[in-house]
């Protein structure tokens, strides 16, 4: 493909991208993205087959960014409080400029992407997690008798359950609210008093920092 159609198929994938975050998957068409683009669907058809093959292309670019986000904030966060703490501030700023339809279209209408992507959840968050707890027990953060295998799982599960509009209607619950409340919950459990004191020292620079921020 040369360089011209290189561009085309990048301003393709990122027009989709903003309609989708706007709209929801559900509502966008094909005509749809021609139209935000004046392109015809000729041309769009000549470098995607169909809206599955854009949002499965969309569904690994997000994936794979994740991923390395995710790698940078482990290797330079100073313990494993600050980690988890990263992670979750990274995942809500990422979703806050999501649709709220968007995580139930993926499961509803485009079960190739939403299973790629509960791989990623499966495979690379939850050894994340799981490298997590390990650090903060061998650090005395966290309890040494909590069952690693059994909270990580209902770890990734709650970032999951914050998501399900049924459960949590986004007309009445803000999602970055709810994932904060559940992640303390987590943490409320599993710290230590040595924990306890640094998590509370750790929130106090985050709200310091959203404060100079704002101003």
Known sequence: MNENGTDTRQRILQAAQELFFSYGIRSITMDDIARHLSISKKTLYRFFEDKHQIVDTLTRFEISDSVRCSLDIARQAKDPIDEILQSMEYMTKKLAGWHPSMVYDLQKYHPKSWDEFRKFSEEHMLNAVIRNLKKGIRQGLYRNDINVPVLARLRIEQVSLA?????????????????????????????????RKLLDQHEVKYKSKKQKNVA
């Open 163 to 195: 998501m399900n509009p049924h459960v949590f209607p986004p007309t009445k619950f803000e999602l970055r609210k709810v994932e904060m409340e559940l992640l303390n919950h987590f943490l409320q459990g599993i710290l230590t008093l040595k924990g």
